[in-house]
């Protein structure tokens, strides 16, 4: 590839701080400054009462302009893209299948492009595999992609318009000109797309002379075109995408066979299609990505949706799920030795908020999850205006137990834990709340998940669904979306919650701000105001959503006090990280209970495991078979098992262990 300058490898200890990347409207970039704020990530639950600062880790700074390396001018040794190669034309299969699967092809399984790739397909839950050249040179074969008229793959996504290799100085191409003949021959006779995550902009991929941009000190906003709102069909069309950190080439379309679906002020196609007179399609990006960077995020899903023809495996879904813990209990409050413990009018201005929210149809589905302590409401405390007004207001929200007294489960007994879900859940009977359940807990301070004999007491409660904490060794998702069940009590199923750095003490902008100076002075170099400081944390939250992932986030009751009578600091947080997201994105955003969470979640973590292949006949039938049982995503696939997501039908397929289903496909 030429000129193919790009951003630095960064070590995966940095991964948190440059998701905050992805929703940032401005900053400032510097070697003094850093491009996206710290996710501080405070380690569990403090509880009720307590003073404590919570632990923090802070991540390296992100990526800034004095990080790039310096900019790799082309050299003549270079080999020309593959796209320039001569192709021998391949007559269609005639009535061919393909599996439901992708070919990701790389130079080797470092590259950064690679990484974006992954990221997108694997929160999906979407098959692939990689073919990373340089580990089997010259091996990419007709025998490897098909055998007669079944073909391996439905789309090939290659991470580079060229793979190829800095080889002692003389840069050389990770395919021989047999493999690209293998490689293009088969995606004419199945009629298989290709995608080209960055490409130097040739003529063979339909561009004309192009011109390079780095984008690292200043951003480049381009827009859809109407092909690209069809293709990006989950993005806001009226926004604009901005292309930041990545090294980019700006080039016009050659002529009317290639579709600009991005474009920037110019007229320069950042993204776009060109259909080759022999019949073979190319969606190209002219700009670098990693999987932090926000275009990625954005615009990865519909290049997935492009290269499938809109029929995949897996699924992809937005999800706020805020989590409000010590509910009935007062706090302590940082800088003072008052407790707060939220009152009626707190409760009902929450609740009419949340009411505005859901008039929207992007965030219809948005319900808070208010975990709750049951002995904060069993006449401990009087008077209390809170418990019949919780009643009252019981079906706005979901609920779930946070034990009956906070009780911290590390060192409890078996009889001790059952007792702090059972006395939980026969006071929410009495409170009638609605779609309670002892099925759900988050345990005080995170607690109790090593120790035996509280795991079992949880158990013999009901609970079959616990949260973790994601800042916590071994307590992060071990694969996107999926959960971890109890090494001691296999049958719970723990949910990686993310923490926050809405602190569990504070209540108003001045109690945050105060805290988050005191922690973050330093690393920042100066003091940031309430305003400065929802910016930087809604980051983080939008980042989340972009990503699609499943996992809850944490806050704590009195971050719910309405402070000036309307506000509270949670819902400003939410309404920014909020309006950052629908700026970028059409796809709706779900609120689960935490039932239907953790059964979503064993539902994916059932679904990886078990194995499952599709093989498609276009415009025919799709047919799933899998080795264990599961409930199998299928995007595009519109059936009686199907609901649609924004827009977009997607079935839920269940198949039981060595069971083969087939279903017509509409036309």
Same mark, same amino acid.
């Given at each position: 590839?030429?000129?193919?300058?790009?951003?630095?490898?960064?070590?995966?200890?940095?991964?948190?701080?440059?998701?905050?990347?992805?929703?940032?409207?401005?900053?400032?970039?510097?070697?003094?400054?850093?491009?996206?704020?710290?996710? @501080?990530?405070?380690?569990?639950?403090?509880?009720?009462?307590?003073?404590?600062?919570?632990?923090?880790?802070?991540?390296?700074?992100?990526?800034?302009?004095?990080?790039?390396?310096?900019?790799?001018?082309?050299?003549?040794?270079?080999?020309?893209?593959?796209?320039?190669?001569?192709?021998?034309?391949?007559?269609?299969?005639?009535?061919?299948?393909?599996?439901?699967?992708?070919?990701?092809?790389?130079?080797?399984?470092?590259?950064?492009?690679?990484?974006?790739?992954?990221?997108?397909?694997?929160?999906?839950?979407?098959?692939?595999? #990689?073919?990373?050249?340089?580990?089997?040179?010259?091996? $990419?074969?007709?025998?490897?992609?098909?055998?007669?008229?079944?073909?391996?793959?439905?789309?090939?996504?290659?991470?580079?318009?060229?793979?190829?290799?800095?080889?002692?100085?003389?840069?050389?191409?990770?395919?021989?000109?047999?493999?690209?003949?293998?490689?293009?021959?088969?995606?004419?006779?199945?009629?298989?797309?290709?995608?080209?995550?960055?490409?130097?902009?040739?003529? /063979?991929?339909?561009?004309?002379?192009?011109?390079?941009?780095?984008?690292?000190?200043?951003?480049?906003?381009?827009?859809?075109?109407?092909?690209?709102?069809?293709?990006?069909?989950? $993005?806001?069309?009226?926004?604009?995408?901005? #292309?930041?950190?990545?090294?980019?080439? $700006?080039?016009?379309?050659?002529?009317?066979?290639?579709?600009?679906?991005?474009?920037?002020?110019?007229?320069?196609?950042?993204?776009?299609?060109?259909?080759?007179?022999?019949?073979?399609?190319?969606?190209?990006?002219?700009?670098?990505?990693?999987?932090?960077?926000?275009?990625?995020?954005?615009?990865?899903?519909?290049?997935?949706?492009?290269?499938?023809?809109?029929?995949?495996? @897996?699924?992809?879904?937005?999800?706020?799920?805020?989590?409000?813990?010590?509910?009935?209990?007062?706090?302590?409050?940082?800088?003072?030795?008052?407790?707060?413990?939220?009152?009626?009018?707190?409760?009902?201005?929450?609740?009419?908020?949340?009411?505005?929210?859901?008039?929207?149809?992007?965030?219809?589905?948005?319900?808070?999850?208010?975990?709750?302590?049951?002995?904060?409401?069993?006449?401990?405390?009087?008077?209390?205006?809170?418990?019949?007004?919780?009643?009252?207001? @019981?079906? /706005?929200?979901?609920?779930?137990?946070?034990?009956?007294?906070?009780?911290?489960?590390?060192?409890?007994?078996?009889?001790?834990?059952?007792?702090?879900?059972?006395?939980?859940?026969?006071?929410?009977?009495?409170?009638?709340?609605?779609?309670?359940?002892?099925?759900?807990?988050?345990?005080?301070?995170?607690? @109790?998940?090593?120790?035996?004999?509280?795991?079992?007491?949880?158990?013999?409660?009901?609970?079959?669904?616990?949260?973790?904490?994601?800042?916590?060794?071994?307590?992060?998702?071990?694969?996107?979306?999926?959960?971890?069940?109890?090494?001691?009590?296999?049958?719970?199923?723990?949910?990686?919650?993310?923490?926050?750095?809405?602190?569990?003490?504070?209540?108003?902008?001045?109690?945050?701000?105060?805290?988050?100076?005191? $922690?973050?002075?330093?690393?920042?170099?100066?003091?940031?105001?309430?305003?400065?400081?929802?910016?930087?944390?809604?980051?983080?939250?939008?980042?989340?959503?972009?990503?699609?992932?499943?996992?809850?986030?944490?806050?704590?009751?009195?971050?719910?006090?309405?402070?000036?009578?309307?506000?509270?600091?949670?819902?400003?947080?939410?309404?920014?990280? #909020?309006?950052?997201?629908?700026?970028?994105?059409?796809?709706?955003?779900?609120?689960?209970?935490?039932?239907?969470?953790?059964?979503?979640?064993?539902?994916?973590?059932?679904?990886?495991?078990?194995?499952?292949?599709?093989?498609?006949?276009?415009?025919?039938?799709?047919?799933?078979?899998?080795?264990?049982?599961?409930?199998?995503?299928?995007?595009?696939?519109?059936?009686?098992?199907?609901?649609?997501?924004?827009?977009?039908?997607?079935?839920?397929?269940?198949?039981?262990?060595?069971?083969?289903?087939?279903?017509?496909?509409?036309?």
């Amino acid at each position: 590839m030429k000129n193919r300058p790009r951003f630095k490898r960064v070590p995966a200890a940095l991964m948190a701080a440059l998701a905050l990347v992805g929703c940032a409207t401005s900053a400032v970039v510097g070697p003094t400054a850093p491009v996206a704020p710290p996710p @501080g990530r405070p380690n569990g639950d403090p509880g009720p009462h307590s003073d404590a600062v919570p632990a923090l880790i802070l991540p390296a700074m992100p990526i800034t302009a004095a990080d790039q390396p310096a900019r790799r001018t082309i050299q003549a040794s270079e080999p020309a893209s593959g796209a320039a190669k001569a192709f021998t034309p391949v007559a269609p299969v005639a009535d061919p299948a393909v599996d439901a699967r992708i070919l990701i092809v790389a130079t080797s399984r470092d590259e950064v492009e690679l990484g974006a790739i992954t990221q997108a397909l694997d929160a999906m839950g979407t098959p692939y595999d #990689i073919w990373a050249a340089r580990e089997r040179p010259g091996q $990419l074969t007709s025998a490897q992609l098909a055998t007669g008229t079944h073909g391996r793959y439905q789309g090939v996504i290659l991470t580079t318009g060229n793979p190829a290799y800095d080889n002692g100085g003389t840069w050389t191409s990770a395919l021989t000109d047999a493999e690209w003949q293998a490689l293009w021959g088969y995606e004419a006779a199945f009629k298989v797309r290709q995608a080209t995550w960055y490409t130097w902009p040739t003529p /063979e991929y339909g561009f004309g002379p192009s011109t390079p941009r780095d984008t690292t000190t200043a951003g480049l906003d381009a827009k859809l075109t109407p092909a690209g709102a069809k293709v990006f069909a989950n $993005l806001n069309p009226q926004a604009p995408i901005t #292309i930041r950190y990545a090294y980019t080439y $700006l080039a016009k379309p050659a002529d009317a066979s290639t579709t600009p679906l991005l474009t920037d002020a110019d007229g320069n196609a950042l993204v776009a299609v060109h259909q080759s007179t022999d019949g073979r399609e190319n969606l190209a990006m002219t700009f670098d990505s990693n999987q932090w960077m926000l275009h990625a995020q954005l615009l990865a899903y519909g290049v997935v949706g492009w290269v499938t023809r809109g029929l995949f495996l @897996g699924e992809r879904k937005t999800y706020a799920g805020a989590q409000v813990d010590d509910f009935f209990y007062p706090t302590t409050i940082f800088g003072s030795e008052a407790d707060y413990r939220m009152d009626a009018n707190d409760l009902l201005a929450t609740a009419a908020w949340q009411r505005a929210k859901r008039t929207d149809a992007l965030t219809a589905g948005l319900k808070l999850n208010l975990a709750f302590n049951g002995e904060g409401a069993n006449g401990s405390i009087s008077p209390d205006p809170l418990t019949p007004t919780a009643r009252l207001l @019981g079906g /706005e929200f979901n609920w779930i137990s946070h034990t009956f007294t906070h009780l911290d489960l590390d060192t409890a007994t078996e009889a001790q834990a059952k007792a702090e879900v059972t006395r939980n859940t026969t006071l929410a009977k009495q409170l009638k709340l609605p779609g309670y359940g002892p099925e759900t807990l988050v345990t005080g301070g995170v607690s @109790g998940l090593n120790n035996a004999a509280a795991m079992r007491g949880l158990y013999a409660g009901g609970v079959r669904f616990v949260v973790s904490d994601t800042s916590r060794p071994g307590e992060d998702n071990p694969s996107p979306n999926n959960g971890i069940y109890n090494a001691l009590q296999p049958a719970i199923l723990e949910i990686p919650r993310r923490p926050t750095n809405l602190f569990y003490n504070v209540s108003t902008p001045q109690e945050w701000t105060a805290e988050y100076n005191q $922690l973050y002075r330093t690393y920042w170099g100066h003091d940031v105001d309430y305003a400065a400081l929802l910016e930087i944390e809604s980051d983080t939250l939008c980042t989340y959503m972009l990503r699609g992932e499943m996992d809850p986030w944490m806050f704590h009751q009195a971050n719910l006090r309405a402070y000036d009578g309307r506000h509270s600091l949670l819902s400003d947080l939410l309404d920014k990280a #909020i309006a950052k997201y629908a700026a970028r994105m059409a796809m709706p955003v779900l609120s689960p209970s935490m039932l239907e969470l953790g059964k979503a979640m064993a539902g994916r973590m059932a679904y990886d495991r078990a194995g499952v292949t599709a093989t498609i006949v276009p415009g025919k039938s799709i047919t799933l078979t899998a080795k264990a049982a599961a409930l199998v995503p299928v995007t595009g696939l519109d059936g009686s098992s199907s609901t649609a997501y924004a827009g977009v039908p997607v079935a839920h397929v269940s198949l039981a262990a060595g069971q083969t289903l087939t279903f017509p496909l509409k036309k």
